[in-house]
């Protein structure tokens, strides 16, 4: 069965063709970074315009790439939830016309889980059940997913998302938006115990995280010196800063593990793509028996084979929309679009 899925939720523009959830025979991507760049973050109003200019070119080239005919998709899949709104409402109204224009089902599909589906591109042996660590740029969650379509949080950030933590300690270090990936190289070549930082936990809330005080920590730490005259050592602090976030990660993740008695253990999310964080699980659930799963690297960000893999097990349970399918700012990951 081939699926076209479409992606609009943030700053990518994307589109891929792929086959039974599991084979991706496309995969196109414009992506904006570089513009918002110049503003240190993603600025929404210009998201949504950039994603109108690209959309009908991606999922062209989408359809080429695959050599693949629009008569010949199963069904379209596109992003609903969560994201910036519009920036979704591109997706969602692109895909609606073509849906209604092809005579093809729509199947509306949550961010959240089509970044767990990345897993599912990645390695054609996994299934659920499993435990899940989804660490993106706005969602830090504990998902036990049962099936496909069969999610149930644990936990989540109380306050900033894992790749917002990053992003924002790394714009206070000096580095370019969207700094967790710079902040990630940088820390490779630094001492992590140079810097005393907290790892903080939320009482009573063993499997939720938050990371708000730990980035003021290291702004304050750098204004501080600043006002001091004092010098930073940015590699040392890079180091200790991505050690502390991908503790408190690592300790409330592998915790769940042995709470759930969970035996396979999947990372997904922009953030899945840290190197430290990577080494960290799949060394820790060595010594715990646990089988660990990542996604490929060019997977870990947003794009739309994972829309197009998701998009594949919704159809397969149902989950069509009609012309009425909205998009949605927020909206959790365990409730069913339809
Ligand atoms: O999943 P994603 O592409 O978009 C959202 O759905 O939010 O995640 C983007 C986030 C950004 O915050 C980016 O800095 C972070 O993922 N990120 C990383 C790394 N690569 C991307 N954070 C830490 N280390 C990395 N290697
Ligand atoms: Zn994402």
Redesign the pocket.
């Known amino acids: 069965m081939l699926i076209l899925g479409i992606e609009s939720?943030?700053d990518e523009t994307a589109a891929a063709v792929v086959e039974d959830g599991r084979k991706i025979l496309s995969n196109a991507v414009a992506s904006q970074v570089e513009e918002h760049r110049l503003y240190g973050g993603v600025v929404p109003e210009i998201a949504s315009r950039r994603h109108c200019e690209a959309i009908s070119g991606i999922v062209q080239k989408a359809l080429d790439d695959a050599d693949t005919k629009l008569e010949e998709v199963d069904a379209i899949a596109v992003t609903y939830a969560p994201g910036l709104i519009g920036a979704l409402l591109v997706g969602v109204n692109f895909a609606k016309g073509l849906a209604l224009s092809a005579g093809k089902p729509l199947v509306p599909v949550h961010?959240l889980r089509s970044?767990i589906a990345t897993n599912y591109l990645t390695y054609p042996e996994l299934t659920p059940p499993f435990l899940c660590l989804v660490v993106?740029?706005g969602h830090t969650h504990l998902i036990t997913v049962q099936g496909y379509t069969d999610l149930h949080v644990l936990g989540c950030t109380r306050d900033d998302a894992a790749g917002e933590a990053f992003d924002k300690a790394a714009r206070a270090m000096g580095m370019p938006y969207p700094g967790g990936i710079e902040l990630d190289k940088v820390a490779e070549g630094g001492n992590e115990k140079a810097y005393k930082l907290p790892r903080p936990s939320v009482d009573g809330a063993p499997f939720d995280f938050s990371f708000s005080g730990l980035k003021t920590n290291v702004v304050n730490l750098l204004h501080n010196a600043q006002q001091r005259g004092e010098t930073v050592n940015i590699v040392d602090l890079a180091a200790s800063y991505r050690r502390a976030v991908v503790d408190c990660l690592v300790r409330n993740t592998l915790l769940a593990a042995k709470k759930t008695g969970a035996k396979k253990l999947v990372t997904a999310?922009?953030v899945s793509a840290n190197s430290l964080l990577r080494r960290e699980l799949a060394a820790r659930c060595a010594e715990l028996g646990i089988s660990f799963y990542c996604p490929r690297l060019s997977l870990c960000g947003?794009n739309g084979a994972m829309v197009g893999s998701q998009g594949y097990y919704e159809f397969v349970a149902g989950h069509v929309a009609g012309p009425n399918l909205n998009a949605c700012a927020e909206l959790s990951v365990e409730s069913s679009p339809i």
């Open positions: 939720s943030c961010h970044h993106s740029g999310g922009g947003d």
